[in-house]
């Protein structure tokens, strides 16, 4: 009987310790809970612009732009979070509403100069990149109760870096983690974002217009693009007898605009903005930058075949923008 106890008591230890390696199997094919391979399957990239035109008086008006990208997790939380913002101040007294300096708040680092406004002593950069850490591991609801009715953070571990209005910030933050996608990427990228901005004319009659490009992307150890989200928006400013005459207000982004931007029936393969957009984002997974700078012709339009087929608008000012964020 002694025997046969011992026995008994053997076997089941053996059926144990199989059970064990099979449930702890997950590190190797990625269905083990919370193991390595699920969270890289389960990184999302997710971006959104807030625009707006505000200020507006006869001879100046403020274009601004906030744009927001993050990399989530499967539960929604943000692994990695990049934020800049365009503002572009025109004055038709002064050159037409040309501003020479068209550089990001990002990109213009010291020369944007609040640090001596500011009650911590820092720089809008620095401010954001106090955002960017403090915001990893939260949830958009988590970053939007930290923003108080007048916009301004009320989180003290946040406050300690960064005391900037956070209105449009924390818009673009939760529309960003709201509508990302699993589009390749792995929560070991590098997430990365640009926006860049030229001066145009809407048409013969002068009236002024700011484009902007915005360029968000996930990049792998070896610089190669895992995932790519790619967006533009005009900011239109009427002018009638050296006046502007535009109402404030959020405008749309092109994508945003989807079937109301009506280019389709001038594109030769018939698709809308939108739907170019997001050909050439499938298109550039895998690519790195020089392989995105050599798939445009010298008027600045597609020349890789493959890429042809799915887009044929002018993407200069879209590969100057990822070429940007790469660089970042």
């Known amino acids: 009987m002694l025997k046969m106890k011992k026995l008994l008591i ?43 035109i505000a200020d507006v008086e006869d001879k100046t008006l403020t274009i601004d732009s906030v744009v927001a990208a993050v990399l989530v997790d499967a539960d ?30 990002l990109d213009k680092k010291e020369d944007y100069n609040m640090k001596g406004a500011s009650p911590i002593g ?16 939260k ?23 960064c005391t900037i209005h956070l209105s449009d910030i924390a818009k673009a933050i939760t529309a960003a983690v709201d509508n990302a996608q699993d589009l390749g990427a792995s929560a070991e990228d590098t997430l990365k974002l640009a926006v860049t901005a030229e001066k145009s004319y809407q048409s013969s009659d002068e009236n002024l217009q700011y ?16 995932s790519c989200l790619i967006d533009a928006s005009q900011a239109k400013c009427a002018i009638d007898g050296g006046k502007f005459k535009v109402e404030a207000g959020n405008y749309a982004t092109k994508k945003e605009l989807k079937e109301d931007y009506n280019m389709k029936g001038a594109s030769p393969i018939e698709k809308e903005w939108y739907e170019q957009a997001a050909a050439y984002e499938e298109w550039a997974k895998g690519k790195t930058v020089d392989e ?3 798939a445009v012709d010298g008027e600045g339009y597609p020349s890789d075949e493959d890429l042809k087929a799915g887009c044929t608008i002018a993407i200069s000012a879209i590969v100057a923008t990822i070429e940007a964020a790469m660089a970042h």
């Open 292 to 294: 995105i700078k050599g």
């Open 76 to 105: 929604g939380k943000i692994i990695s979070l990049k934020v800049d913002e365009m503002q572009i101040k025109p004055d038709l007294a002064k050159d037409g509403g040309t501003v020479e300096d068209l550089r990001s708040k």
């Open 10 to 52: 053997s076997v089941l230890a053996i059926v144990m310790v199989f059970s064990f390696a099979a449930c702890g199997g997950g590190d190797d094919n990625g269905g083990g809970e919370g193991g390595d391979a699920n969270a890289a399957a389960g990184a999302k990239t997710g971006y959104a612009v807030v625009s707006s």
């Open 139 to 161: 949830t958009a609801d988590e970053v939007a109760a930290a923003v108080g009715e007048d916009g301004y953070p009320t989180d003290e571990d946040l406050t300690a870096g």
């Open 211 to 226: 484009d902007a490009d915005y360029a968000a992307v996930t990049v792998d150890a070896d610089g190669k693009i895992t």
């Open 122 to 137: 820092k720089e809008w950069y620095e401010q954001i990149a106090a955002l960017e850490e403090w915001a990893k591991g």
